[in-house]
């Protein structure tokens, strides 16, 4: 009865490495995702604004502070009025935000994020 029997499966090592991995993932994902769900906060925020405006003839002053408080109600933070271009086109306005969000990772590793989305008001 010589048999040698084979071990097989994962070192206390190799899980720890593997969980190592599994963690810088995960802490990563918890730094990226709230920057994406306010970035999709935007873009419902500017469905809302071409909802509600209706072709009324509005300034651009006047739609850049409807749309501020639509995302003072919908908690967006990182779209500052500067963020905001509104130009005439297409028969009717053009509302283009966009910007960019750093986020720290480890150490002086940074994620940068560039977001845009524009919405056409007739």
């Known amino acids: 009865m010589n048999a040698i029997k084979k071990t097989s499966g994962m070192t206390l ?22 920057a994406y769900l306010e970035f999709s906060s935007v873009k419902d925020s500017m469905k809302t604004l ?3 405006w209706g072709g009324r003839g509005s300034s651009p002053a006047q739609i850049k ?3 501020d408080k639509i995302f003072y109600t919908s908690y967006v933070e990182s779209v500052k009025p500067e963020h905001i271009k509104i130009t005439r086109g297409n028969g009717g306005y053009v509302v283009t935000v966009k910007y960019d969000k750093r986020e720290p990772f480890i150490g002086n590793l940074d994620f940068l994020m560039h977001f845009k989305h524009q919405v056409v008001l007739r």
């Not at 090592?13 to 709230?34: D, E, N, S, T």
């Open 65 to 67: 502070r409807d749309l």
């Open 13 to 34: 090592l190799g899980f720890i490495f593997m969980m190592m991995i599994v963690g810088l993932f995960a802490y990563a994902g918890f730094k990226l995702v709230p």
């Open 50 to 52: 071409k909802a509600q």
